[in-house]
């Protein structure tokens, strides 16, 4: 699977942004899509995933009620919609894919075996 996440940029805080994630090759029957994300000086953190059979979704506590992670099978694309954006959550962001992950396991960075190369979030305060 090959990812290509987009979208990202600067915004000043309770702004919104959406980040695109592309999926080519073998992305369905069971796939998972996760975003992370990763501050200066941070270890990678989960932040959603979605389930590409079904569309169940699962957040962060830290983005709970702000971000929206869905779906476009047509497009083979993942979206992340942003907002009352904090400073906090400035990172460069990231997509993975994984196949048949548990609830626990799509939270784990070491769960994922594809990754995009990263999108570049500024949330000014």
């Known amino acids: 699977v090959q990812l290509q996440a987009s979208g990202g940029g600067l915004v000043q805080a309770g702004g919104s942004l959406r980040l695109s994630c592309a999926a080519s090759?073998?992305?369905?029957?069971?796939?998972?899509l996760g975003w992370f994300r990763q501050a200066p000086g941070k270890e990678r953190e989960f932040v959603a995933a979605i389930w590409w059979t079904g569309g169940f979704a699962y957040y962060a506590d830290s983005v709970k009620g702000r971000f929206t992670i869905s779906r476009d099978n047509a497009k083979n694309t993942v979206y992340l919609q942003m907002n009352s954006l904090k400073p906090e959550d400035t990172a460069v962001y990231y997509c993975?894919?994984?196949?048949?992950?548990?609830?626990?396991?799509?939270?784990?960075?070491?769960?994922?075996?594809?990754w995009g190369q990263g999108t570049q979030v500024t949330v000014s305060s």
């Open positions: 090759g073998r992305t369905r029957s069971g796939y998972t």
């Open positions: 993975a894919s994984a196949p048949y992950l548990g609830t626990a396991q799509a939270a784990r960075v070491t769960s994922y075996s594809s």
